[in-house]
Protein backbone atom coordinates (compact mmCIF):
# COMPACT_ATOMS: atom_id res chain seq x y z
CA UNK A 1 0.00 0.00 0.00
CA UNK A 2 0.92 3.51 -0.84
CA UNK A 3 2.61 5.94 1.74
CA UNK A 4 -0.62 8.54 1.01
CA UNK A 5 -3.31 4.96 1.30
CA UNK A 6 -1.77 3.86 4.73
CA UNK A 7 -1.89 7.58 6.12
CA UNK A 8 -6.04 7.64 5.21
CA UNK A 9 -6.14 3.88 6.37
CA UNK A 10 -4.97 5.05 9.42
CA UNK A 11 -7.07 8.14 10.12
CA UNK A 12 -10.29 6.07 8.84
CA UNK A 13 -9.74 3.37 11.35
CA UNK A 14 -9.11 6.12 14.03
CA UNK A 15 -12.21 8.37 12.94
CA UNK A 16 -14.52 5.54 11.34
CA UNK A 17 -17.32 6.00 14.76
CA UNK A 18 -18.06 9.67 12.89
CA UNK A 19 -19.73 7.87 9.66
CA UNK A 20 -21.06 5.05 11.73
CA UNK A 21 -23.11 7.82 13.63
CA UNK A 22 -24.31 9.80 10.74
CA UNK A 23 -25.33 6.59 9.16
CA UNK A 24 -27.43 5.82 12.42
CA UNK A 25 -29.28 8.87 12.18
CA UNK A 26 -29.70 9.46 8.40
CA UNK A 27 -30.37 6.03 7.44
CA UNK A 28 -32.80 3.03 9.11
CA UNK A 29 -31.31 -0.19 6.95
CA UNK A 30 -27.74 -2.03 6.80
CA UNK A 31 -27.50 -2.10 3.78
CA UNK A 32 -28.21 1.44 3.00
CA UNK A 33 -26.01 2.31 5.51
CA UNK A 34 -23.30 0.04 4.25
CA UNK A 35 -23.96 2.21 1.06
CA UNK A 36 -23.54 5.42 2.18
CA UNK A 37 -20.46 4.64 4.17
CA UNK A 38 -18.68 4.05 0.70
CA UNK A 39 -19.51 6.63 -0.62
CA UNK A 40 -18.17 8.90 2.33
CA UNK A 41 -14.71 7.25 2.32
CA UNK A 42 -14.80 7.45 -1.29
CA UNK A 43 -15.39 11.46 -1.04
CA UNK A 44 -12.77 11.18 1.74
CA UNK A 45 -10.08 9.56 -0.41
CA UNK A 46 -10.78 12.21 -3.02
CA UNK A 47 -10.80 15.50 -0.40
CA UNK A 48 -7.73 13.77 1.54
CA UNK A 49 -5.26 15.46 -0.07
CA UNK A 50 -6.21 18.97 1.19
CA UNK A 51 -6.67 18.20 4.59
CA UNK A 52 -4.58 20.76 5.61
CA UNK A 53 -5.14 20.85 9.53
CA UNK A 54 -5.18 17.48 10.76
CA UNK A 55 -6.52 19.17 14.26
CA UNK A 56 -9.69 19.59 12.89
CA UNK A 57 -10.30 16.25 11.11
CA UNK A 58 -13.39 14.76 13.28
CA UNK A 59 -14.93 18.48 11.69
CA UNK A 60 -13.70 17.45 8.34
CA UNK A 61 -15.25 14.42 8.32
CA UNK A 62 -18.60 15.38 9.68
CA UNK A 63 -18.89 17.97 7.11
CA UNK A 64 -18.27 15.45 4.18
CA UNK A 65 -20.21 12.42 5.90
CA UNK A 66 -23.33 14.79 6.47
CA UNK A 67 -23.19 16.40 2.76
CA UNK A 68 -22.93 12.96 1.47
CA UNK A 69 -25.79 11.64 3.35
CA UNK A 70 -28.29 14.69 2.80
CA UNK A 71 -27.41 14.65 -0.84
CA UNK A 72 -29.22 11.05 -0.72
CA UNK A 73 -32.89 12.63 -0.95
CA UNK A 74 -35.04 9.48 -1.08
CA UNK A 75 -38.36 9.23 -1.92
CA UNK A 76 -39.10 6.95 0.89
CA UNK A 77 -38.02 10.33 3.58
CA UNK A 78 -40.81 8.81 6.30
CA UNK A 79 -38.83 6.47 8.30
CA UNK A 80 -39.85 3.21 10.15
CA UNK A 81 -38.05 3.48 13.02
CA UNK A 82 -38.81 0.42 14.71
CA UNK A 83 -37.57 -2.08 12.27
CA UNK A 84 -33.76 -0.40 12.53
CA UNK A 85 -32.97 -0.32 16.38
CA UNK A 86 -30.94 -3.38 17.47
CA UNK A 87 -33.01 -5.21 19.65
CA UNK A 88 -32.91 -5.40 23.35
CA UNK A 89 -31.75 -8.14 24.71
CA UNK A 90 -33.65 -8.90 28.14
CA UNK A 91 -30.92 -9.52 30.63
CA UNK A 92 -32.88 -9.13 33.69
CA UNK A 93 -30.90 -5.86 34.74
CA UNK A 94 -34.12 -3.24 34.99
CA UNK A 95 -32.08 -0.15 34.60
CA UNK A 96 -30.14 -1.29 31.55
CA UNK A 97 -33.24 -2.25 30.26
CA UNK A 98 -34.67 0.99 31.00
CA UNK A 99 -31.26 2.87 29.19
CA UNK A 100 -31.36 0.39 25.99
CA UNK A 101 -35.29 1.57 25.24
CA UNK A 102 -34.87 5.82 26.43
CA UNK A 103 -31.53 5.65 24.14
CA UNK A 104 -33.96 3.80 21.12
CA UNK A 105 -36.66 6.75 21.99
CA UNK A 106 -33.62 9.29 21.97
CA UNK A 107 -32.89 8.04 18.21
CA UNK A 108 -36.12 7.78 17.36
CA UNK A 109 -36.99 11.45 18.05
CA UNK A 110 -33.66 13.01 16.24
CA UNK A 111 -34.45 11.09 12.98
CA UNK A 112 -38.19 12.90 13.56
CA UNK A 113 -35.89 16.35 13.01
CA UNK A 114 -36.03 17.35 9.50
CA UNK A 115 -31.99 16.13 7.44
CA UNK A 116 -30.19 19.28 8.62
CA UNK A 117 -31.51 19.50 12.11
CA UNK A 118 -30.41 16.22 12.46
CA UNK A 119 -26.72 16.59 12.23
CA UNK A 120 -26.80 19.54 14.62
CA UNK A 121 -28.40 17.46 17.07
CA UNK A 122 -25.83 14.91 16.68
CA UNK A 123 -23.09 17.33 16.69
CA UNK A 124 -24.09 18.58 20.32
CA UNK A 125 -24.53 15.73 21.79
CA UNK A 126 -21.11 14.87 20.28
CA UNK A 127 -19.83 17.70 22.75
CA UNK A 128 -18.87 20.27 19.43
CA UNK A 129 -19.08 23.57 20.68
CA UNK A 130 -21.11 25.97 19.24
CA UNK A 131 -18.46 27.42 16.94
CA UNK A 132 -17.41 24.05 16.08
CA UNK A 133 -21.24 23.28 14.80
CA UNK A 134 -21.57 26.60 12.98
CA UNK A 135 -18.56 25.92 10.82
CA UNK A 136 -19.46 22.56 10.15
CA UNK A 137 -23.04 23.58 9.20
CA UNK A 138 -22.18 27.16 7.56
CA UNK A 139 -24.67 28.79 9.38
CA UNK A 140 -24.06 31.58 12.79
CA UNK A 141 -22.85 30.34 16.32
CA UNK A 142 -26.23 32.11 17.03
CA UNK A 143 -28.40 30.59 15.02
CA UNK A 144 -26.58 27.29 16.39
CA UNK A 145 -27.89 28.38 19.59
CA UNK A 146 -31.09 28.85 18.65
CA UNK A 147 -31.58 25.92 17.14
CA UNK A 148 -29.92 23.40 19.61
CA UNK A 149 -32.28 25.70 22.34
CA UNK A 150 -35.68 25.09 20.22
CA UNK A 151 -34.00 21.18 19.52
CA UNK A 152 -33.29 20.24 23.09
CA UNK A 153 -36.88 21.92 24.15
CA UNK A 154 -38.41 19.11 21.76
CA UNK A 155 -36.02 16.24 23.15
CA UNK A 156 -37.23 17.04 26.55
CA UNK A 157 -41.19 17.06 25.65
CA UNK A 158 -40.55 13.82 24.27
CA UNK A 159 -39.08 12.36 27.15
CA UNK A 160 -42.29 13.64 29.35
CA UNK A 161 -44.69 12.48 27.22
CA UNK B 1 -34.74 15.31 31.60
CA UNK B 2 -32.28 17.79 31.23
CA UNK B 3 -29.50 18.41 28.13
CA UNK B 4 -26.84 16.93 30.53
CA UNK B 5 -28.91 13.74 30.75
CA UNK B 6 -29.85 13.85 26.79
CA UNK B 7 -25.94 13.69 26.53
CA UNK B 8 -24.97 11.55 29.21
CA UNK B 9 -27.45 8.69 27.65
CA UNK B 10 -26.21 9.31 24.05
CA UNK B 11 -22.62 8.90 25.52
CA UNK B 12 -23.19 5.95 27.44
CA UNK B 13 -25.05 3.92 24.26
CA UNK B 14 -23.90 5.21 21.37
CA UNK B 15 -21.19 3.02 21.17
CA UNK B 16 -22.89 -0.06 21.48
CA UNK B 17 -25.20 0.85 18.60
CA UNK B 18 -22.28 0.71 16.18
CA UNK B 19 -20.33 -1.81 14.87
CA UNK B 20 -16.68 -0.61 13.78
CA UNK B 21 -14.69 -2.34 10.63
CA UNK B 22 -12.16 -4.04 11.00
CA UNK B 23 -8.43 -3.23 9.80
CA UNK B 24 -9.23 -5.68 6.50
CA UNK B 25 -13.01 -4.41 5.90
CA UNK B 26 -12.03 -0.70 6.06
CA UNK B 27 -8.74 -1.52 3.63
CA UNK B 28 -11.45 -3.07 1.12
CA UNK B 29 -13.32 0.24 1.22
CA UNK B 30 -10.07 2.56 0.37
CA UNK B 31 -8.88 0.29 -2.45
CA UNK B 32 -12.69 0.73 -3.68
CA UNK B 33 -12.51 4.11 -3.19
CA UNK B 34 -9.25 4.80 -5.03
CA UNK B 35 -10.89 2.66 -8.13
CA UNK B 36 -14.58 4.64 -7.80
CA UNK B 37 -12.52 7.93 -7.70
CA UNK B 38 -11.17 7.55 -11.21
CA UNK B 39 -14.78 7.57 -12.31
CA UNK B 40 -16.84 9.46 -9.53
CA UNK B 41 -19.99 11.04 -10.73
CA UNK B 42 -20.82 10.05 -13.92
CA UNK B 43 -23.19 12.89 -15.47
CA UNK B 44 -24.63 11.71 -19.05
CA UNK B 45 -23.43 8.13 -18.36
CA UNK B 46 -25.51 6.89 -21.35
CA UNK B 47 -24.69 9.32 -23.75
CA UNK B 48 -21.02 8.82 -23.30
CA UNK B 49 -20.87 5.35 -23.70
CA UNK B 50 -23.89 6.27 -27.32
CA UNK B 51 -20.89 9.17 -28.56
CA UNK B 52 -18.29 6.25 -27.53
CA UNK B 53 -20.10 3.68 -29.68
CA UNK B 54 -21.04 5.69 -32.85
CA UNK B 55 -16.81 7.27 -32.90
CA UNK B 56 -16.09 3.18 -33.06
CA UNK B 57 -18.20 2.63 -36.10
CA UNK B 58 -17.61 5.68 -37.69
CA UNK B 59 -13.68 4.99 -37.45
CA UNK B 60 -13.93 1.70 -38.57
CA UNK B 61 -16.52 2.07 -41.16
CA UNK B 62 -13.82 5.04 -42.88
CA UNK B 63 -11.03 2.27 -42.38
CA UNK B 64 -12.61 -1.32 -43.43
CA UNK B 65 -15.24 -0.25 -45.83
CA UNK B 66 -14.38 0.49 -49.77
CA UNK B 67 -17.00 3.67 -50.06
CA UNK B 68 -16.46 6.11 -52.71
CA UNK B 69 -14.77 9.49 -51.98
CA UNK B 70 -17.98 11.52 -51.19
CA UNK B 71 -19.10 8.42 -48.43
CA UNK B 72 -15.86 9.13 -46.77
CA UNK B 73 -15.69 12.80 -46.55
CA UNK B 74 -19.49 12.35 -45.25
CA UNK B 75 -18.04 9.73 -42.65
CA UNK B 76 -15.25 12.04 -41.72
CA UNK B 77 -17.81 15.28 -41.24
CA UNK B 78 -20.23 13.41 -38.76
CA UNK B 79 -17.21 11.73 -37.13
CA UNK B 80 -15.76 15.08 -36.28
CA UNK B 81 -19.18 16.46 -35.34
CA UNK B 82 -19.42 13.48 -32.96
CA UNK B 83 -15.54 14.39 -31.15
CA UNK B 84 -17.18 17.63 -30.82
CA UNK B 85 -19.69 16.43 -28.59
CA UNK B 86 -17.67 14.02 -27.29
CA UNK B 87 -15.36 17.10 -25.87
CA UNK B 88 -18.02 19.07 -24.71
CA UNK B 89 -19.54 15.93 -22.55
CA UNK B 90 -15.98 15.42 -21.46
CA UNK B 91 -15.67 18.77 -20.19
CA UNK B 92 -19.41 18.82 -18.41
CA UNK B 93 -18.05 15.86 -16.98
CA UNK B 94 -14.80 17.28 -15.52
CA UNK B 95 -16.69 20.08 -14.17
CA UNK B 96 -18.96 18.05 -12.15
CA UNK B 97 -16.37 16.14 -10.80
CA UNK B 98 -13.75 19.03 -9.40
CA UNK B 99 -15.95 20.25 -6.76
CA UNK B 100 -15.23 18.02 -3.36
CA UNK B 101 -18.14 18.05 -0.67
CA UNK B 102 -15.37 19.01 1.93
CA UNK B 103 -17.20 22.08 2.82
CA UNK B 104 -19.75 23.50 5.38
CA UNK B 105 -23.51 21.65 5.01
CA UNK B 106 -24.79 25.21 4.02
CA UNK B 107 -21.79 25.83 1.08
CA UNK B 108 -22.99 22.52 -0.31
CA UNK B 109 -26.31 22.96 -0.55
CA UNK B 110 -25.71 26.66 -2.13
CA UNK B 111 -23.48 24.56 -4.49
CA UNK B 112 -25.86 22.08 -5.57
CA UNK B 113 -28.87 24.26 -5.72
CA UNK B 114 -27.13 26.26 -8.46
CA UNK B 115 -25.24 23.40 -10.17
CA UNK B 116 -29.30 21.80 -10.82
CA UNK B 117 -30.24 25.35 -11.50
CA UNK B 118 -27.74 25.69 -14.27
CA UNK B 119 -28.76 22.43 -15.68
CA UNK B 120 -32.22 23.41 -15.74
CA UNK B 121 -31.96 26.50 -17.47
CA UNK B 122 -28.99 24.96 -19.76
CA UNK B 123 -31.34 22.27 -20.58
CA UNK B 124 -34.96 24.45 -21.09
CA UNK B 125 -33.16 27.02 -23.22
CA UNK B 126 -30.80 24.91 -25.72
CA UNK B 127 -32.64 21.06 -25.37
CA UNK B 128 -34.76 21.56 -28.56
CA UNK B 129 -31.69 23.41 -30.36
CA UNK B 130 -29.71 20.46 -29.54
CA UNK B 131 -31.63 17.47 -29.94
CA UNK B 132 -33.34 19.18 -33.65
CA UNK B 133 -29.83 19.47 -34.76
CA UNK B 134 -29.32 16.36 -33.80
CA UNK B 135 -31.69 15.00 -35.54
CA UNK B 136 -31.56 16.79 -38.56
CA UNK B 137 -28.13 16.05 -38.77
CA UNK B 138 -28.93 12.60 -38.63
CA UNK B 139 -31.78 13.06 -41.14
CA UNK B 140 -29.02 14.99 -43.56
CA UNK B 141 -26.78 12.30 -43.61
CA UNK B 142 -29.07 9.44 -43.73
CA UNK B 143 -30.78 11.12 -46.59
CA UNK B 144 -27.11 11.77 -48.40
CA UNK B 145 -26.37 7.96 -47.64
CA UNK B 146 -29.30 6.79 -49.72
CA UNK B 147 -28.68 8.80 -52.66
CA UNK B 148 -24.74 8.10 -52.85
CA UNK B 149 -26.51 4.01 -53.06
CA UNK B 150 -28.98 5.00 -55.12
CA UNK B 151 -32.19 4.28 -52.93
CA UNK B 152 -35.03 5.12 -53.41
CA UNK B 153 -37.10 7.05 -50.81
CA UNK B 154 -39.44 5.11 -48.42
CA UNK B 155 -41.57 6.51 -45.91
CA UNK B 156 -40.33 3.75 -43.01
CA UNK B 157 -37.72 6.10 -42.91
CA UNK B 158 -39.37 9.41 -41.48
CA UNK B 159 -41.64 7.10 -39.33
CA UNK B 160 -38.69 6.20 -37.64
CA UNK B 161 -37.41 9.56 -37.28
CA UNK B 162 -40.53 11.30 -36.43
CA UNK B 163 -40.45 8.16 -33.39
CA UNK B 164 -37.13 8.89 -32.44
CA UNK B 165 -37.96 12.76 -32.28
CA UNK B 166 -40.77 11.88 -29.58
CA UNK B 167 -38.88 9.92 -27.67
CA UNK B 168 -36.22 12.24 -27.23
CA UNK B 169 -39.17 14.66 -26.32
CA UNK B 170 -40.27 12.26 -23.62
CA UNK B 171 -36.81 11.89 -22.02
CA UNK B 172 -36.25 15.39 -22.06
CA UNK B 173 -39.98 15.63 -19.83
CA UNK B 174 -38.96 13.09 -17.98
CA UNK B 175 -35.37 14.04 -16.97
CA UNK B 176 -36.72 17.97 -16.23
CA UNK B 177 -39.51 16.87 -13.78
CA UNK B 178 -36.20 14.49 -12.10
CA UNK B 179 -34.56 17.84 -11.95
CA UNK B 180 -37.11 20.44 -10.59
CA UNK B 181 -37.85 17.30 -8.17
CA UNK B 182 -34.42 17.52 -6.96
CA UNK B 183 -34.10 21.16 -7.09
CA UNK B 184 -37.44 21.69 -4.83
CA UNK B 185 -35.83 19.21 -2.35
CA UNK B 186 -32.71 20.80 -2.16
CA UNK B 187 -34.19 24.23 -1.74
CA UNK B 188 -36.39 22.81 1.04
CA UNK B 189 -33.02 21.65 2.83
CA UNK B 190 -31.52 25.09 2.32
CA UNK B 191 -34.95 26.49 3.90
CA UNK B 192 -35.06 24.45 6.95
CA UNK B 193 -31.41 24.42 7.56
CA UNK B 194 -31.71 28.74 7.38
CA UNK B 195 -35.01 28.62 9.53
Known sequence: ?161 | MNTNDLKEMWKSRIDGNIQDYSQEELSGLVVKSARMSMKAIQPNIITRLFLGAVTVILIWRIATEGYSVEMDIMYVAVLLLVLVCCIFVERAAYIMNKYNPDVSVKEWLEYRIRQVEKSINYRTKYSFLMYGSALISGCVAYSIVQLLHNVSFNWISIVIFISLFVLILVIRYIELRQYNKTLAELKELYRQLEE
Open chain 1, 1 to 161: MKPVDEDFLRMLSRYQGIIHKVNLIYFNTPEDRKDNFQEVVCQLWKSFPSLKDSGKTGSWIYAVAINVSISKIRKDSKYVFTDSIPEITHTGDVDRIERDMDFSRLLNAIRSFNKTDRSIMLLYLEEYSYSEIAEIMGISVSHVGVKIHRLTGRLQKHFKI
